[in-house]
């Protein structure tokens, strides 16, 4: 449903543009919203605190270092939820 | 656990999934799992330990609980009703006494009841004293935790151990010349304190849901996971216990599965392979590499089998009671890289010590005005991480090494990632080759995990070099 929204489409384009920018080296790569990102060992547990770091100075959000694991977030579509939900 | 103990409490939890919902469900399960930190509990060569060791992880998770939680009116009457079990299967277990052969609960013989109503009391006023200094509660937290670590480091240091085992005998008094390393068999306390410090540390940060003292206690002395985990966290066990999962006969059917899945990979599997796996007494028999290959590979597959199988067990009780554990294990064995193995095995703790140490560690050393290259933090995070939780295991030098191992492991994997990354970007690998290069992969990395459990088998570094001396053929 969210996934139609432009300001999810403007965070999932930013998270994955900083993703394959920075953390993967990648900058031609492209992400699935649904691809895992934790469990498919796309992130590791450094880069994890960095991303952490980079959404707070981004979107203004906190993420927990207790939420920096697969069970919290494993995909851009569901960070991007979270970064949603505690904006509004 | 034994054979016995599990049978118990296989029918004790389908018991409970068949008959009781709701309030009666909850103390049940409450009285359950008290009972059980008694019955688990193994004995000690010291007088009346194998008792009052229960009682201090009793004492300890109210005590948490009432520094972790703010009072709350509405739950006065249910409170009541808590205390009153919590104290009532205390003082039951010490009357098991004077049942004279019908006593069964505890490995030797409870202390004499009056000797329980007096702690019980002292308990009970020390309760009700922490609560009138919700002021301090900050300081008290901070003297808690302070107060958990401290327990751990006596208990497994062994000359700590050594003493401590000789003050209390001496305390209750035995000859304290006889004391030794192994007297403080204290079931459990090494998921109770982590499941503790977390409780601690999440009430420091105001993240933890409002729950109550029955609820908490069933969490930290949950049945299953006293002996070996999971390492799971308040909020989501209490999720789960609270709305449980309402299909029974499913949850029971995959629950038994579990459970035999366990029992098998435990008490058949792991306890054949036990006899020819590495220990301190073949590491010194075996001359020849071959042979000493053969043992390693054999301890580091009963190592899984034995911890999986206990987790199995755990997560199966758990499931025929509605309640989804954490898992702890997903194929490590299998894992291509050191990152992705430890991102399979014994998963709770690394998740636990990623939450409360790796995590605010490098997010301290990334956000904060350092400006230090990625290299010396990704070090330091990883060697702080891995050798605590090599320490965990015991306070030796073999399992700080073992920690250190991983550790130096897992960085040459971040930097190996990394200097991949920049140099080889969109390069199209032909499957064929991608299948060997993944096959030497996890060929390397089972053999660094399994070559370093040689220091987290054996209890000493220069048995440990002894091995490694006949496993490259380099022994006299």
């Not at chain 1, 977030?73 to 939820?81: G, K, M, V």
């Not at chain 2, 003082?91 to 329980?116: D, E, K, S, V």
């Not at chain 2, 999720?239 to 008490?267: A, C, H, M």
């Amino acid at each position: 449903m969210s996934i139609l929204n432009p300001m999810n489409n403007h965070i999932l384009s930013t998270l994955s543009e900083y993703i394959t920018t920075e953390i993967l080296k990648q900058p031609n790569r492209s992400l699935a919203p649904d691809q895992p990102l934790i469990s498919g060992g796309l992130i590791d547990s450094f880069s994890l605190v960095d991303l952490a770091l980079f959404i707070e100075n981004t979107f203004g959000v906190h993420i927990e270092d207790t939420e920096l694991n697969a069970e919290t977030f494993d995909t851009l579509h569901e960070l991007s939820e979270i970064i949603q939900t505690r904006q509004s | 656990m034994t054979l016995q103990h599990i049978l118990y409490f296989t029918v004790f939890t389908i018991v409970i999934s068949r008959l009781s919902h709701g309030l009666f469900r909850h103390y049940l399960l409450l009285t359950g799992s008290l009972f059980a930190v008694f019955w688990l509990q193994p004995a000690s060569s010291i007088r009346n330990l194998d008792f009052w060791l229960p009682v201090v992880s009793i004492g300890m998770v109210v005590i948490i609980w009432i520094l972790t939680q703010p009072k709350n009116p509405d739950r006065k009457h249910k409170l009541r009703l808590e205390i009153l079990i919590i104290s009532g299967v205390v003082t039951f277990i010490g009357a098991t006494r004077y049942f004279g052969n019908l006593c069964c609960l505890t490995a030797t013989r409870p202390p004499p009841i009056i000797q329980i109503i007096i702690v019980l009391t002292i308990l009970g006023c020390f309760g009700l004293l922490l609560q009138h200094f919700s002021q301090i509660q900050k300081s008290l937290l901070w003297l808690a935790g302070i107060l958990i670590i401290v327990i751990f480091i006596l208990l497994k240091y062994d000359i700590y151990a050594l003493h401590l085992s000789q003050f209390l005998r001496n305390w209750m008094g035995q000859d304290p010349s006889l004391a030794t390393t192994s007297d403080l068999p204290w079931l459990g306390y090494s998921y109770l304190a982590f499941r503790l410090l977390h409780t601690i540390r999440d009430a420091q940060g105001k993240k933890l849901p409002d729950y109550s003292l029955g609820e908490f206690t069933t969490y930290a002395l949950f049945f299953p996971a006293l002996t070996a985990g999971p390492i799971d966290r308040s909020e989501r066990f209490i999720r789960d216990y609270r709305s449980p999962s309402q299909e029974t006969n499913r949850n029971t059917w995959i629950g038994l599965q579990r459970v035999l899945v366990g029992l098998l990979k435990k008490f058949v599997l792991a306890d054949s392979l036990a006899l020819f796996a590495l220990n301190s007494q073949n590491a010194n028999q075996v001359g020849a590499p071959i042979w000493m290959w053969i043992v390693l590979y054999t301890y580091s597959l009963r190592l899984y089998l034995d911890f999986s199988g206990y987790t199995d067990i755990a997560l199966g009780l758990g499931a025929i009671v509605g309640i989804n554990l954490p898992e702890n294990f997903n194929a490590p064995y299998f894992r291509t890289n050191l990152t992705a193995f430890w991102n399979s095995w014994h998963i709770t703790l690394a998740n636990w010590f990623r939450a409360y140490l790796f995590n605010p560690l490098t997010r301290f050393l990334r956000g904060g005005n350092f400006k230090l290259p990625v290299w010396p933090i990704v070090l330091v995070g990883q060697i702080t991480t891995m050798t605590l939780i090599g320490l965990w295991h015991g306070i030796t030098w073999n399992f700080f090494i073992w920690g250190l191992w991983h550790a130096l492991g897992l960085f040459v994997h971040n930097r190996w990632t990394e200097w991949r990354r920049r140099r080889i970007i969109n390069i199209e690998i032909h499957p064929w080759k991608q299948k060997y290069i993944s096959f030497f992969s996890w060929l390397i990395t089972f053999h660094y995990v399994t070559l370093g459990w040689v220091w987290f088998a054996l209890p000493g570094t220069d048995i440990s070099g002894r091995v490694f001396s006949t496993l490259f053929g380099l022994g006299s």
